[in-house]
T-cell receptor, first 114, second 109 residues
């Protein structure tokens, strides 16, 4: 495998509760990303990180926060989960910007908010 | 923001047939990438293209980076059942990729 692990793989949570998803990499890559995938929408960027403690918003960042205290870990937190955040969440890593070899994706976390 | 138009949205083909899908954009990109996603897994990189006009093959897959830098296509020849999945195009200009919405491929044996 490419050295990227997401946990948990599946989670069911109640509306209004906080949820944290974890992405762990062993590639020492600089860039890390969180996407959500929904039918009809493809992959949409939530947040990304370009280094330890350096993060920025993506196109669907409302209701989500991230933290990166170590190169290898990128956490996504749903501050107060809503049913609209039921989705499959993917983490991705990349070693370079510009001319790159694209992202390597994790296997995803399927989150259901009831 | 930047958007990619990927077509078709879905395809139903017979085993052995060739497949073609494409992506267009109103923006230019420096890199075009094609990914495949199997059910329950994350997307996996198939082909990366770095130069306008570039034509690259990977086994039965062939992809091209459009001359205008605003489009790319992916061809799959002689499809087999394991080609089933969702294919995504992606364009890159900075550290962020822009993804198409995917083409869902079904191959009937």
């Amino acid at each position: 495998d490419a050295g990227i692990t997401q946990s948990p793989r599946h989670k069911v949570t109640e509306t209004g509760t906080p949820v944290t998803l974890r992405c762990h990499q062993t590639e020492n890559h600089r860039y890390m990303y969180w996407y959500r995938q929904d039918p009809g929408h493809g992959l949409r960027l939530i947040h990304y990180s370009y280094g330890v403690k350096d993060t920025d918003k993506g196109e669907v960042s409302d209701g989500y926060s991230v933290s990166r205290s170590k190169t290898e870990d990128f956490l996504l937190t749903l501050e107060s989960a809503t049913s609209s955040q039921t989705s499959v969440y993917f983490c991705a890593i990349s070693g370079r910007a510009g001319r790159s070899y694209g992202y390597t994706f994790g296997s995803g976390t399927r989150l259901t908010v009831v | 923001g930047q958007q990619l138009n990927q077509s078709p949205q879905s395809m139903f083909i017979q085993e052995g047939e060739d497949v073609s899908m494409n992506c267009t954009s109103s923006s230019i990109f420096n890199t075009w990438l094609w990914y495949k996603q199997d059910p329950g897994e994350g997307p996996v990189l198939l082909i990366a293209l770095y130069k306008a006009g570039e034509l690259t093959s990977n086994g039965r897959l062939t992809a091209q980076f459009g001359i205008t830098r605003k489009d790319s296509f992916l061809n799959i020849s002689a499809s087999i059942p394991s080609d089933v999945g969702i294919y995504f195009c992606a364009g890159q200009l900075t550290e962020k990729l822009v993804f198409g919405k995917g083409t869902k491929l079904t191959v009937n044996p």
